[in-house]
């Protein structure tokens, strides 16, 4: 419809209703998942936790595994089964959560505890996948192969080289029915996951590349409101570029109320994002976070202390880093959390505040948080 003041017109919406979605996965699966393979063994433990839940003996099952490899997904799929339903207050609880290699933990010794090792995918499972993305063309077997070789089989890395081999026009077609425009031999397939995350990003505008990059800065999850209080871009330009993202899969709407939210497709997307911004324009766009927190979200400040504790600790706010940490070691007591992250944080901004050659102590381990 025409707008005034627009030199065109715009494309509009009718809200028709409210979505449920409230991650990454349940905003995306109605447009439909990457087939799932290869974790049946992985399912049938999962299974047999629930099992020993339901009986009354709590779980926790721990999925650990490289990025990419597909624990969100396993998780997912688990929570989105018939195995869970009427699992809800009390009776039956069993906690899934998933971490990276370098995470570190003490629940080993405990007898409910199980840990479940996902790794990249077999290779018959790796095929199966790429033929949902691919197509089952006898032509694709040698880049399916190439593909198997240059990802080891990681889903996150199988499925962006795809994305980046269409992007070029090195495929054309649609998903599930690819075609190849060069000889196998002749494509370039980048070495890592977040290179051909790079590179996707490098191939926006200028323009999109910094709005993207200003989103991670954000976080994971990015509202509307607070990506407007610090584009260098009007509404109608952020809100283009963000439909434009989505397209592409950099993220995914997932919150209408209050505000409109969005968050990043994977955490590694998120990373690579954030990587590439030089630091005197990271540092700069916390500051702004941090300003544009206190101004939108002035009658919860409160709620917002650890966020605002982060902003301005990378931005070098150091009286309001300070200040935050300070706050926000507070409520991690009132919580009975671990206050020890929050006052090392502090402690390290309040050494930016001192004169040269004055030391910050440390504080005793039991003394007051209010010190």
Known sequence: ???????????????VMVGAARTRLEAVAPRGLTRFVGRSAELERI???LDRASLGCGQVVALGGEPGVGKSRLIWEVTDSHHVHGWRPAARLMLLVNYRPEYSHAWDSKTYYRLLRIDPLPPESADEMLDALLGTNAALAPLKRRLVERTEANPLFLEESVRALADTGDLVGERGAYR????????????????????????????????????????????????LAIADASEYEVRAELHRFQAAEFIYETRLFPDLEYT????????????????DRTRALH???????????????????????????????????????????LRAIARGA????????????????LPPGVGARRAPRHASAGR
């Not at 990059?213 to 409101?225: H, R």
């Not at 990043?264 to 630091?279: C, D, S």
């Not at 500051?287 to 544009?292: F, I, L």
């Not at 671990?338 to 505040?353: D, F, H, K, P, V």
């Open 1 to 15: 419809m025409p707008v005034k003041g627009l030199g065109g017109p715009i494309e509009t919406f009718e809200l």
């Open 180 to 227: 190849l425009t060069l000889p196998v031999d002749q494509l370039k397939l980048s070495a890592t996951v977040k290179a051909i995350l790079a590179a996707r990003i490098d191939r926006l505008t200028p323009e999109a590349k910094r709005l993207l990059q200003t989103a991670a800065v954000i976080g994971k999850d990015v509202s509307l409101p607070l990506l």
């Open 264 to 279: 990043f497709k994977h955490a590694l997307t998120h990373e690579v994002a954030y990587q590439g911004l030089l630091r």
């Open 287 to 329: 500051a702004r976070v941090t300003e544009a927190i206190e101004h939108l979200l002035s009658e919860r400040i409160a709620e917002q202390v650890e966020r605002l504790a982060h902003h301005a600790l990378r931005g070098e706010l150091w009286d309001e880093a300070v200040a935050y940490l300070r706050q926000a070691g």
């Open 47 to 49: 299974r047999e936790c």
């Open 338 to 353: 671990n206050r020890e992250a929050a006052l090392e944080q502090a402690l390290g901004a309040l050494r930016r505040l």
